[in-house]
Protein backbone atom coordinates (compact mmCIF):
# COMPACT_ATOMS: atom_id res chain seq x y z
CA UNK A 1 0.00 0.00 0.00
CA UNK A 2 2.78 2.41 0.89
CA UNK A 3 4.60 1.47 -2.13
CA UNK A 4 1.44 2.47 -3.92
CA UNK A 5 0.79 5.84 -2.67
CA UNK A 6 5.22 6.17 -3.42
CA UNK A 7 4.58 5.62 -7.07
CA UNK A 8 1.44 8.44 -7.40
CA UNK A 9 3.33 10.80 -5.68
CA UNK A 10 6.35 10.16 -7.82
CA UNK A 11 4.19 10.27 -10.86
CA UNK A 12 2.13 13.51 -9.29
CA UNK A 13 5.98 14.95 -9.42
CA UNK A 14 7.04 13.77 -12.56
CA UNK A 15 3.80 15.37 -13.92
CA UNK A 16 4.24 18.85 -12.25
CA UNK A 17 7.94 18.69 -13.72
CA UNK A 18 6.64 18.36 -17.40
CA UNK A 19 4.73 21.17 -16.33
CA UNK A 20 6.47 23.37 -15.60
CA UNK A 21 9.22 22.37 -18.24
CA UNK A 22 7.01 22.31 -21.07
CA UNK A 23 5.29 25.90 -19.45
CA UNK A 24 1.57 24.07 -19.35
CA UNK A 25 -1.56 25.29 -17.44
CA UNK A 26 -3.34 22.16 -17.83
CA UNK A 27 -4.39 20.35 -14.71
CA UNK A 28 -5.19 16.97 -15.74
CA UNK A 29 -2.63 14.31 -17.26
CA UNK A 30 -4.01 14.00 -20.61
CA UNK A 31 -3.76 17.67 -21.12
CA UNK A 32 -0.26 18.29 -19.38
CA UNK A 33 0.98 15.08 -21.83
CA UNK A 34 -1.00 16.92 -24.79
CA UNK A 35 0.83 19.98 -23.94
CA UNK A 36 4.18 18.32 -23.66
CA UNK A 37 3.68 16.64 -26.88
CA UNK A 38 3.11 20.17 -28.57
CA UNK A 39 5.98 21.73 -27.02
CA UNK A 40 8.02 19.09 -28.47
CA UNK A 41 7.10 19.61 -32.20
CA UNK A 42 7.94 23.50 -31.44
CA UNK A 43 11.31 22.69 -30.85
CA UNK A 44 11.20 20.24 -33.21
CA UNK A 45 10.78 22.86 -35.65
CA UNK A 46 12.69 25.26 -33.45
CA UNK A 47 15.68 23.04 -34.27
CA UNK A 48 14.87 22.39 -38.05
CA UNK A 49 14.63 26.40 -38.42
CA UNK A 50 18.39 26.59 -36.22
CA UNK A 51 19.54 24.00 -38.90
CA UNK A 52 18.97 25.85 -41.90
CA UNK A 53 20.30 29.10 -40.22
CA UNK A 54 23.70 27.26 -39.43
CA UNK A 55 23.52 25.92 -43.11
CA UNK A 56 22.97 29.30 -44.65
CA UNK A 57 26.00 31.18 -42.18
CA UNK A 58 28.01 28.40 -43.13
CA UNK A 59 27.41 29.09 -47.15
CA UNK A 60 27.68 32.75 -46.79
CA UNK A 61 31.14 32.41 -45.02
CA UNK A 62 32.70 30.34 -47.87
CA UNK A 63 31.51 32.83 -50.27
CA UNK A 64 33.02 35.70 -47.89
CA UNK A 65 36.59 33.08 -47.31
CA UNK A 66 37.17 32.99 -51.54
CA UNK A 67 39.67 34.95 -52.21
CA UNK A 68 39.48 38.11 -54.42
CA UNK A 69 41.50 38.77 -57.75
CA UNK A 70 41.99 41.83 -59.57
CA UNK A 71 44.52 41.78 -62.80
CA UNK A 72 45.04 45.20 -64.19
CA UNK A 73 46.79 45.76 -68.10
CA UNK A 74 49.88 47.47 -67.89
CA UNK A 75 51.39 47.94 -70.86
CA UNK A 76 52.53 44.27 -72.50
CA UNK A 77 52.16 42.89 -68.62
CA UNK A 78 49.85 42.52 -65.53
CA UNK A 79 49.11 44.18 -62.57
CA UNK A 80 47.37 40.60 -60.00
CA UNK A 81 46.16 41.15 -56.70
CA UNK A 82 45.13 38.31 -54.61
CA UNK A 83 43.34 39.18 -51.17
CA UNK A 84 42.57 36.13 -49.29
CA UNK A 85 41.11 35.99 -45.51
CA UNK A 86 42.34 32.44 -45.43
CA UNK A 87 45.53 31.11 -46.25
CA UNK A 88 45.50 27.57 -48.08
CA UNK A 89 48.64 25.69 -47.81
CA UNK A 90 51.01 25.60 -51.47
CA UNK A 91 48.43 28.96 -52.76
CA UNK A 92 51.53 30.64 -53.68
CA UNK A 93 53.27 28.26 -55.40
CA UNK A 94 49.78 27.39 -57.51
CA UNK A 95 49.33 30.86 -58.69
CA UNK A 96 52.68 31.02 -60.14
CA UNK A 97 52.40 28.15 -61.60
CA UNK A 98 49.23 29.43 -63.16
CA UNK A 99 51.64 32.26 -64.33
CA UNK A 100 54.27 30.01 -65.77
CA UNK A 101 51.88 28.08 -67.70
CA UNK A 102 50.63 31.39 -69.45
CA UNK A 103 53.43 32.00 -70.09
CA UNK A 104 53.65 35.20 -67.87
CA UNK A 105 57.10 35.97 -66.22
CA UNK A 106 57.25 37.62 -62.89
CA UNK A 107 59.01 40.65 -62.92
CA UNK A 108 58.07 41.92 -59.39
CA UNK A 109 55.89 40.78 -56.37
CA UNK A 110 54.84 41.13 -53.16
CA UNK A 111 53.60 37.73 -50.75
CA UNK A 112 52.41 37.31 -47.47
CA UNK A 113 51.34 34.00 -46.54
CA UNK A 114 50.97 33.98 -42.62
CA UNK A 115 47.44 34.05 -41.27
CA UNK A 116 45.57 35.55 -44.65
CA UNK A 117 47.41 35.77 -47.83
CA UNK A 118 47.94 38.87 -50.49
CA UNK A 119 49.81 38.91 -53.40
CA UNK A 120 50.95 41.95 -55.48
CA UNK A 121 52.86 40.34 -58.84
CA UNK A 122 53.74 42.64 -61.72
CA UNK A 123 53.88 39.94 -64.82
CA UNK A 124 55.01 40.67 -68.40
CA UNK A 125 53.74 38.17 -71.03
CA UNK A 126 55.64 36.24 -73.49
CA UNK A 127 55.54 38.36 -77.13
CA UNK A 128 55.02 35.27 -78.46
CA UNK A 129 51.43 34.36 -77.11
CA UNK A 130 48.81 37.19 -76.45
CA UNK A 131 46.92 37.00 -72.75
CA UNK A 132 43.95 39.27 -71.89
CA UNK A 133 43.43 40.35 -68.08
CA UNK A 134 40.44 37.98 -68.46
CA UNK A 135 42.04 35.13 -69.39
CA UNK A 136 45.08 35.44 -66.21
CA UNK A 137 42.25 36.35 -63.67
CA UNK A 138 40.25 32.89 -64.81
CA UNK A 139 43.90 31.12 -64.40
CA UNK A 140 44.25 32.21 -61.40
CA UNK A 141 40.42 31.62 -59.57
CA UNK A 142 41.13 28.16 -60.71
CA UNK A 143 44.74 27.86 -59.08
CA UNK A 144 42.92 29.03 -55.87
CA UNK A 145 39.92 26.27 -57.02
CA UNK A 146 42.13 23.79 -57.06
CA UNK A 147 44.50 24.54 -54.31
CA UNK A 148 41.00 24.78 -52.26
CA UNK A 149 40.32 21.11 -53.51
CA UNK A 150 42.74 19.60 -52.20
CA UNK A 151 42.71 21.36 -48.44
Same mark, same amino acid.
Given at each position: ?8 ? *? ?35 ? @? ?26 ? *? ?16 ? @? ?8 ? *? ?18 ? *? ?28
Amino acid at each position: MVSREHKKA *GLREQLQLLRSVTHSNAVDKTSILGDAARYIEELKQK @VVKLNQEIAHAQSAVKQTTMPKVTVQTL *GTGFLIKVVSIKNMPGLL @VSVLEAFEEL *GLHVLEARASCADSFRLEAV *GGENQETYVDAHLVKEAVLQAIRKCSEQD
